[in-house]
C-alpha cells in the first residue's frame, strides 16, 4: 500500500522556522521524483520545490527562494523541507508528491500556520 505521510506542520510566528517531513511507504522511493506543493485558502495548489532522484532541488516560486529548502534521504524515504523565515503568507496546507512516468502519488497534507 502507498504511504505519503507529512509531519511537522504547525502554528509558528512570522520569522519563524519549520522542518516538514515526508515518509514514502510501499513503492521504491530512491526512483521517484519528490516534490512538495501547497494550498492557501481560497487558493490553487502551488508548487514549491521539486527533488530529482539525485537530490538536485528547483524551487518555483520567488517568493520563496533563499527561504526554503528542500533535501531527501533515500535510506530513510524521507524528503524534508526547511522553511525559514516565514511570513503569514506561507500559511497553507503542505502536500508531499512523488512522481514517476505514469504513476503519481500524494500525501494527505499538514497543516502550516503562521500568525502572531
Known amino acids: 500500500q502507498v504511504q505519503l505521510v507529512e509531519s511537522g506542520g504547525g502554528l509558528v510566528q512570522p520569522g519563524g522556522s519549520l522542518r516538514l517531513s515526508c515518509v514514502a511507504s510501499g513503492f521504491t522511493f530512491s526512483a521517484y521524483a519528490m516534490s512538495w506543493y501547497r494550498q492557501a485558502p481560497g487558493k490553487e495548489r502551488e508548487l514549491v520545490v521539486i527533488v530529482t532522484r539525485a537530490g538536485v532541488t528547483t524551487t518555483y516560486a520567488d517568493s520563496m527562494k533563499g527561504r526554503f529548502s528542500a533535501s531527501r534521504d533515500n535510506a530513510k524515504n524521507t524528503v524534508y523541507l526547511q522553511m525559514n523565515s516565514l511570513k503569514p503568507e506561507d500559511t497553507a496546507v503542505y502536500y508531499c508528491?512523488?512522481?514517476?512516468?505514469?504513476?503519481?502519488?500524494w500525501g494527505q497534507g499538514t497543516q502550516v500556520t503562521v500568525s502572531s
Open positions: 508528491n512523488a512522481r514517476l512516468i505514469g504513476r503519481e502519488f
